[in-house]
C-alpha cells in the first residue's frame, strides 16, 4: 500500500467443527512510529504514520461461538513510499532587470 493511505485487509479463519461466524481480536499492534490498527468485524485497518514507509505486522485470533480461540496468525504490512511534493516554506519575491539571470539560493525538502 502507499504511504499516508488507509489499508484493508479481510481476516479469515476456519473452523474444522462448523461453519460459523468468528469474532476477531487483535493480538500485537504495530510500533506507534510505524501508524496504528484496528479491527472492525473482519476487517484489519492500517493507517501508518505521516509519510512513513516500511514493513511492519499485526497479528490476530479469532474466536468460534463456544468461545475456543485460534493461535495467531501474523499479517505484514508493507507500506511503500511516494514522491510527495516540494514544498515552500514562505512566499519569495525575485526582482530583476529584464533579460538579467537571477541566482536564488534556497533549501528543498519533503
Not at 514522491?83 to 538579467?100: C, F, K, L, Y
Request: proline share 6%.
Amino acid at each position: 500500500m502507499p504511504e499516508d493511505t488507509l489499508g484493508a485487509v479481510t481476516l479469515k479463519a476456519t473452523d474444522i467443527d462448523s461453519l460459523q461466524t468468528f469474532v476477531f481480536e487483535m493480538v500485537t499492534s504495530p510500533p506507534a512510529a510505524s501508524g496504528s490498527a484496528s479491527i472492525q468485524g473482519d476487517r484489519l485497518l492500517f493507517t501508518p504514520a505521516l509519510d512513513w514507509n516500511g514493513t511492519t505486522s499485526v497479528s490476530y485470533r479469532a474466536k468460534d461461538l463456544e468461545g475456543a480461540w485460534s493461535v495467531a496468525a501474523v499479517v505484514t504490512v508493507v507500506v511503500t513510499p511516494v514522491n510527495d511534493q516540494p514544498t515552500q516554506a514562505g512566499r519569495m519575491v525575485i526582482r530583476t532587470i529584464e533579460s538579467v539571470p537571477a541566482v536564488v539560493r534556497g533549501t528543498v525538502s519533503h
